[in-house]
């Protein structure tokens, strides 16, 4: 399985690079989606084979995002949605006051 997983590693970082150019330019298209999407394969299939440092490193960034979104401090919706458009940044994140 992992070398399976390990060839399609740099064809899914080409997607992941062309979809992260692609929704800075079309901000709101599928390209949001893809890159999101494929960047959380990315991590998902890396995370096993890593260190044990960056394992727990991954952990607490996951608990981290977690806790930002569970207590309302980021709207997932609209970092998918306009927050691209109207920001004139390649990635936003809305946290409320």
């Known amino acids: 399985m992992r070398p399976y997983l390990d060839g399609l590693r740099p064809v899914l970082g080409v997607v992941f690079l062309v979809s992260c ?3 800075t330019f079309a901000p ?3 390209g949001t989606d893809l890159f999101v999407g494929v960047g959380a394969v990315l991590f998902a ?6 260190s044990a440092f960056h394992r727990a ?6 608990v981290a995002l977690c806790a930002v979104i569970f207590t309302g401090q980021f709207d ?3 970092f998918l949605g306009g927050c691209l458009r109207t920001s ?3 990635l936003c994140c809305s946290f409320s006051a």
């Open 28 to 30: 709101g298209s599928f």
């Open 76 to 78: 997932f919706a609209d």
């Open 88 to 90: 004139g940044s390649w």
């Open 21 to 23: 150019v692609w929704q």
């Open 45 to 50: 299939i890396s995370v096993p084979w890593s």
């Open 57 to 62: 490193f991954a952990l607490v960034a996951f």
